[in-house]
């Protein structure tokens, strides 16, 4: 049987194409997510909690916010980076906000980076002109000045930027509660607002003199000023955050994280954790397997020994010791799995060695004078190379799975997120009980998909290897 | 002729027109077609043909034991008298496989249970079909074992622990536990070598004598069918192509391929080199036109070639399935 | 006789297995100084009681220390903390064979030992009911379900439940439990999220068998679900493989009876791979348990390997892996013996 037969008979049976169909969809994706993503993506962002400040936390997808009707409340973020020199000293950007829904922003931020002033520092202001064409200073505050022993021009906010959390921002509370007071003769104190700084801003009193809030839909003009004291101050870029209650095409975890970005980032982690064990383990374990068949004697004897013990080593539970106590490193979870993953194949390639050997191919070709390893590897290897082939497929979604348990019982390696460690979390975090489907879903059907893609392949090459379970038509 | 054949004239069995198909990936091939053969009581029948004839798909169907992937028609078949072809299922399996018919298969190596001893294999179907005791049936499967010369200790042994020749034997003496009126042998010595396959030809030998069975023997060997058999089938690519009376087959084969059948057998009395069959075997799947020797017949002419041949008479002999002998007639 | 000499020999090579378990753990732990860094946590426990029982004897502060010096060293050398730890290695061994698994450092057993070897111990039985009941459930319908679709092969029935099998392979035994608490507990609620006992549980002891078996319901479902699959197209494999074999016509020829064929001339042949098959997924099914255990808060070893993890509590994760893999080797010799007993051709060779 060589390889064109064995394609074609995979290929004949409906699950061979549906595994070809899917592996392809996913090697797809996970090249794209190679090229597009940086290699220190784990650490650099899925793991920096600044990176996902500004995003909701624990929110489904957007799609979820399109059935949600007048619940739903988008994310809405404004974004400017000014040129580098202003003629003015006062700095205006003013954004348009289209609001229209029943719920009001889940939060606010604002966030200002790279700020650079030569005297005094530059005045900072928020304010917003409502649909009924009364203002709002949301906030207003003065860079803190000179440091002792600083000398100008002075730098702030260069690496991390200043992210005012305008939501529960103390001067953002006094300034509506002077505003409500003045507009809708409504008396209360910062305290008492303390958790209503959207409703307040995007709504009004229900009625005269009440806290209780109905939406103010129309367009809110924001306007952020930078009042500056020098003609070469500058402040860098300029973000605005209103929260909504979805976000993205897969929802967000507790953490704002963007749980599409890990989702997709997983496709290329999954492979290279199922196809390096796999392959390693298969080219080990059928190498073993042959000499051991081919050789004899004594080699054949510590071989067989020794994969027999190796081989009963329950995999999970040394898993779980090794890693917690040598660190958690993907790359050492993969060496632990190859390492405990060949033996299985070395006992059952030897006994087909065994067979092949006393058949007459390999006399035929001893006969003609072909060298001892020559022998080994080109007609061994012809032959036991379609079952080979089908336990390396077969023991890839095994790898997967195996490395996704571990993940599970938070044994995986921090700096790369993988699915496993996505549902961890989840789990951790109580977000089965809080059903947050979407967090919780996602990754188990991919790693079900992927493992799957390859089963299926396997179950299609089964009868390619063993003949007795060819299906009539 | 024996005198048994003169005497009875009602045969033990009859088939008509049998054809087994297998099912494949690539279609579906007709491994034996139209053949038709009666076996009188006492009587002994060789079925013989290269391989690939399709001899033991016909042994199969006429136990009606032939793979899923197999179907079988037939114009009649009787034991007996008996209709064999249309009994029910349950029936068939209850009053004629092993109690009337028994069979000792080509694959004798694969035809035992590993892991049941011999003996529960052997005294089984005396407990299943007739209800002995245990001990009863041991003591007629011990018998038995004497008569094909097995060890008695052969009875608690498992089949791994047995040689082909062994095998053999046990395999022929459970054909025997329930009398059968008819033994079908397929290839019964194949798998032995010249000295164990000598013996075992001697015991068959015996046993036909002493049993009065009726045989089917079934091999790919003329010179061993002719050993032991009183009529001669020949078959070629699924069909019977000429058939008759042992001595008459061996003395003055009719149809080509009965003659370059019996020159390929080495005959060391007369020291001729053996001459080969040119040519390959026909592929069922996609048969020659007409007669299906044709691509390797010596005498083929343009008739040959289109039209098949249908079995003709030929009187003190039997019958061929030849062109060459429609004028004659 | 041979048979004897066979058995020894699969206890010796499962024996060697413990024992490479056991020196990777040892090995491990000294290597990377964290054998050394749990005896010296022990020490010091023990030096804290120590000091305060001298403290209330002994006034003067500086013979108080030299007093507790000498204790301490007097300890360290009796756990070997004098020594390097691989001069230490066979005694460490050694204690983790006769289970002497230390003191844990924040995990408690029920009634608050510290004791390792209580802690673990008292989860076994739970780990056990889950696993048993599991894989007799799994063992007895694959069986059912895989013969009957040998019986079938090709038809519609058997290619579905060929996929399903697929997707049972694929499915991880987590997050089938996940999703079944997701659907069962949240959303149709008809069974409990997790635990083994309502709150409060009920007194009577009938009433809380009951309430531990409503408990163990979805766990056992998830461990049967993730293995069935398999297992059932292993049965039909087997099953379909043996029913080719020739032996198989020559008992239909022999007129015997289509049970009779069933049960004597294939189930009882292909039993022995089989078995072979059970062993072969035993030690997944043992992985399936961990997990599952932790998706819900099942009380047995997985699950505390989960909070051992969480709480970095060594001591506890060592004494888990060692017992696990003794359950192991256990359950494989088990199966072994019952491989001999049924395949004669292995028995006698
Ligand atoms: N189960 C089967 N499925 C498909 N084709 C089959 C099957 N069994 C036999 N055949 C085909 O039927 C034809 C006849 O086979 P059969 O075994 O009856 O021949 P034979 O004469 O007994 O040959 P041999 O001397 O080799 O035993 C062959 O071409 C064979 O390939
Ligand atoms: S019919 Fe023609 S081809 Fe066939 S055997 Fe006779 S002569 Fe040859
Ligand atoms: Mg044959």
Not at chain 2, 64 to 89: F, Y
Request: proline letters at 6%; one cysteine or more.
């Amino acid at each position: 049987m060589d390889t064109k037969d064995i394609l074609t008979i995979m290929l004949r049976s409906g699950s061979g194409k549906a595994g070809v169909a899917l592996l392809l969809g996913i090697v797809i994706i996970s090249v794209t997510v190679v090229f597009l993503f940086p290699m220190d993506f784990g650490s650099k962002r899925w793991n920096n909690p600044a990176a996902w400040a500004d995003n909701p936390k624990s929110v489904p997808p957007f799609w979820v916010g399109l059935f949600m009707g007048n619940n739903s409340i988008a994310h809405k973020v404004f974004e400017v980076s000014p040129q580098e020199t202003q003629a003015n000293l006062v700095q205006n950007y003013s954004f348009h906000y289209e609001y229209n829904s029943g719920k009001s922003p889940t939060f606010t931020t604002l966030s200002f980076t790279d700020v650079t002033f030569h005297n005094r520092p530059p005045l900072l202001e928020l304010n917003v002109v409502r649909p009924d064409g009364r203002e709002i200073v949301l906030y207003q505050q003065v860079l803190r000045g000179a440091r002792p022993g600083e000398s100008s021009p002075y730098k702030r906010f260069e690496e991390t930027p200043l992210r005012v959390f305008l939501t529960s921002e103390t001067e953002t509370l006094i300034s509506l509660v002077s505003f409500l007071e003045a507009e809708f003769d409504v008396k209360t104190n910062p305290e008492a607002l303390s958790g209503l700084v959207e409703q307040v801003v995007f709504g009004q009193p229900s009625h005269q003199g009440n806290l209780e809030f109905v939406p103010l839909n129309g367009q809110y003009d924001f306007q952020i000023l930078s009042y500056m004291n020098h003609p070469s101050d500058s402040v860098g870029s300029l973000k605005l955050v209103l929260g909504g209650n979805s976000f993205g095409f897969m929802g967000t975890d507790s953490a704002g994280r963007d749980l599409a970005l890990g989702l997709l980032f997983g496709f290329p982690i999954a492979l290279i954790i199922g196809l390096t064990t796999s392959v390693f383990a298969t080219v080990i374990g059928s190498t073993l397997g042959i000499i051991s068949g081919f050789k004899g004697n004594k080699t054949d004897i510590i071989i067989q020994r020794f994969s027999d013990i190796w081989s009963n080593v329950p995999l999970l539970p040394i898993l779980i010791f090794l890693i917690f106590i040598l660190g958690q490193k993907l790359w050492i979870v993969v060496i632990i799995m190859i390492l405990f993953g060949w033996p299985g194949l070395t006992i059952v390639v030897r006994s087909m060695v065994l067979q092949i050997r006393t058949g007459q191919l390999v006399e035929s070709t001893k006969a003609l004078g072909a060298s001892n390893s020559r022998i080994m590897f080109r007609h061994i290897l012809f032959q036991i190379a379609p079952f080979v082939l089908a336990q390396m497929i077969f023991f890839t979604p095994a790898a997967i799975l195996a490395e996704a348990g571990l993940s599970f019982l938070g044994l995986g390696d921090p700096s790369i997120p993988t699915w496993g460690q996505i549902l961890e979390s989840g789990f951790r975090t109580g977000a089965v009980y809080l059903g947050y489907w979407w967090w919780i879903m996602p990754p188990g059907v991919l790693i079900v998909i992927t493992a799957m893609a390859f089963v299926l392949i396997a179950l299609a090459l089964e009868p390619a290897i063993n003949p007795k379970l060819r299906v009539e038509k | 002729m024996s005198k048994v054949a003169i005497h009875i004239s009602e045969p033990l069995l009859e088939v008509r027109d049998l054809k087994v198909n297998y099912k494949t990936p690539d279609g579906v091939l007709t491994a034996v077609d139209a053949v038709s053969l009666s076996v009188a009581p006492g009587e002994s029948l060789g079925i013989v043909g290269e391989s690939g004839a399709g001899k033991s798909s016909m042994a199969l169907a006429l136990m009606r034991v032939l793979p899923n992937n197999a179907t079988m028609e037939a114009t009649a078949m009787e034991l007996e008298s008996l209709d064999i072809l249309k009994t029910p299922e349950n029936t068939f399996r209850r009053t004629v496989r092993w109690q009337k018919i028994s069979m000792v298969f080509q694959a004798a190596l694969e035809s035992l249970n590993p892991v049941i001893k011999i003996g529960d294999q052997v005294t089984e179907p005396l407990i299943v079909h007739q209800g002995t005791p245990k001990n009863m049936a041991k003591a007629e499967v011990l018998r038995l074992f004497e008569l094909v010369s097995l060890p008695a200790e052969t009875f608690n042994r498992y089949p791994h622990e047995l040689s082909g020749g062994l095998k053999q034997r046990v395999l022929i003496a459970m054909s025997l536990v329930l009398r059968p009126r008819l033994l079908i042998l397929d290839e019964p010595t194949s798998a032995l070598d010249v000295t164990i396959q000598a013996q075992i030809m001697d015991q068959l030998k015996d046993l036909k004598k002493h049993l009065n069975l009726s045989i089917i023997f079934v091999t790919h060997d003329i010179a061993l069918a002719s050993d032991i058999c009183d009529q001669l089938a020949v078959m070629y690519a699924g069909r019977i192509v000429e058939t008759g009376p042992t001595t008459s087959i061996l003395n003055s084969p009719q149809h080509p391929y009965t003659q370059m059948l019996l020159a390929s057998m080495p005959l060391i009395k007369e020291n001729i080199e053996p001459q080969f069959i040119p040519g390959d075997p026909p592929s069922f799947l996609h048969p020659p036109k007409g007669c299906r020797f044709h691509p390797r017949c010596p005498y083929v002419f343009e008739k040959c070639t289109s039209d098949e041949p249908s079995l003709i008479n030929i009187p003190k002999h039997g019958q061929v399935k030849c062109w060459l002998f429609e004028t004659k007639q | 006789m041979s048979l004897g000499v066979t058995l020894v020999g699969r206890a010796l090579s499962l024996f060697g297995v413990l024992i490479v378990v056991l020196l990777m753990l040892v090995v491990t732990l000294g290597a990377t100084g964290f054998s050394d860094r749990i005896l010296g946590a022990i020490v010091n426990e023990e030096m804290r009681g120590i000091r305060e029982g001298l403290a209330q004897t002994i006034r003067n502060p500086d013979e108080l220390e030299q007093v507790l010096n000498t204790q301490r060293e007097e300890r360290e050398k009796l756990y070997g903390l004098d020594k390097k730890w691989h001069q230490r290695l066979p005694d460490m061994l050694w204690r983790l064979m006769v289970l002497d698994l230390g003191e844990a450092r924040t995990l408690r057993s029920f009634d608050g030992s510290p004791k390792v070897t209580t802690i673990v111990l008292e989860r076994l039985p739970y780990t056990m009911v889950l696993i048993t009941s599991a894989s007799i459930i799994t063992a007895v319908a694959g069986l059912a379900i895989g013969v009957k679709l040998a019986t079938k092969v090709g038809s519609k029935f058997d290619r579905i439940v060929s996929y399903m099998s697929a997707i049972s392979y694929a499915l991880p035994a987590w997050w089938t439990g996940i999703l079944f608490i997701l659907i069962f507990a949240f959303q149709l609620r008809i069974l409990p999220a997790g635990g083994i006992h309502s709150t409060p549980p009920p007194e009577q002891g009938l009433l809380r068998l009951i309430d531990l078996i409503y408990h163990a319901i979805l766990p056992i479902i998830t461990l049967v679900l993730v293995s069935l699959g398999a297992w059932i197209y292993t049965v039909r494999t087997m099953v379909l493989n043996t029913s080719q074999e020739f032996f198989v016509t020559v008992a239909r020829a022999k007129g015997l009876p289509e049970r009779t064929v069933t049960l004597k001339y294939i189930l009882r042949v292909a039993a022995p791979p089989i078995v072979t098959n059970l062993v072969l997924g035993l030690a997944a099914s043992l992985g399936g348990a961990i997990l599952t255990e932790t998706v819900f808060n099942w009380p047995g070893m997985g699950r505390l390997y989960y909070d051992a993890i969480l709480a970095a509590d060594e001591a506890v994760i060592v004494a888990l892996t060692f017992i696990f893999a003794l359950l192991y080797v256990t359950a494989r010799f088990v199966l072994e013996v019952l491989y001999l007993i049924l395949d004669p051709r292995i028995r006698y060779s």
